[in-house]
């Protein structure tokens, strides 16, 4: 079960492949691996605990941030997730940064952005498109329509409790026009905008 596993500087985490989401442009489509990692299929959620095991396997001065990105959406399991992040800040100042659909006000039936405040160094929230309907074509939410104002609902919050916000679109899902209609929409949020290739 691939936990850990490093991307460039960074130490990733994959606790979940568990996903609201079907989008069109997902790596995980493609295969069962990123960047040369082990395959990043759970066939079980591993538990705090192993989480916490497994980072500590690494010496994390090698690493500028910890990033929550695996195979699945990390904020599906946000308790468990804050915990980790609790253990690992009370033993190293690393940088933690969740990627993210922007969804977990949709999961929980509630406001989450609040819960990040002060373990939290950094939150990627996937953008896409400027308009609902090109957003639900692209990203194929299960709660359709209304994952769009969501997301943006959930960005705008975290800047309030986050250090650093960023929205991204997918190069090669976005035209020079639609770019630039999404980073007029993160603007609003008041959250930095990112181009992200494919790759990544």
């Not at 497994?54 to 090698?62: C, P, S, T």
């Not at 941030?65 to 904020?75: A, D, L, M």
């Not at 969740?98 to 990040?116: E, P, R």
């Not at 008041?190 to 992200?196: E, P, V």
Request: charged share 30%.
């Amino acid at each position: 079960m691939t936990i850990t596993y490093p991307v460039k500087k960074g130490l990733y985490l994959n606790i979940t492949n568990r996903c609201p989401c079907s989008c069109t442009f997902c790596l995980r489509q493609n295969g069962d691996s990123v960047y040369g990692s082990d395959p990043l299929w759970l066939d079980r959620e591993p538990t705090v605990e192993e989480v916490c095991r497994d980072v500590d396997r690494h010496d994390l001065n090698q690493y500028e941030e910890i990033v929550f990105c695996g195979y699945g959406e990390p904020t599906e399991r946000l308790d468990d997730l804050l915990k980790i992040a609790g253990y690992i800040k009370s033993k190293s100042s690393i940088k933690i940064r969740i990627n993210t659909n922007g969804l977990a006000d949709l999961i929980y039936g509630g406001s989450t952005a609040h819960k990040l405040e002060g373990l939290i160094d950094s939150v990627s929230v996937s953008l896409n498109a400027s308009n609902k309907e090109d957003y639900c074509r692209e990203v194929r939410p299960e709660f359709g329509e209304k994952s769009f104002e969501a997301m943006l609902k959930f960005t705008k919050d975290c800047t309030r409790y986050v250090p650093e916000v960023v929205m991204t679109v997918v190069d090669v899902v976005t035209s020079k026009e639609e770019q630039k209609r999404c980073r007029e929409i993160c603007e609003k949020t008041g959250a930095q905008f990112r181009i992200r290739p494919y790759e990544e």
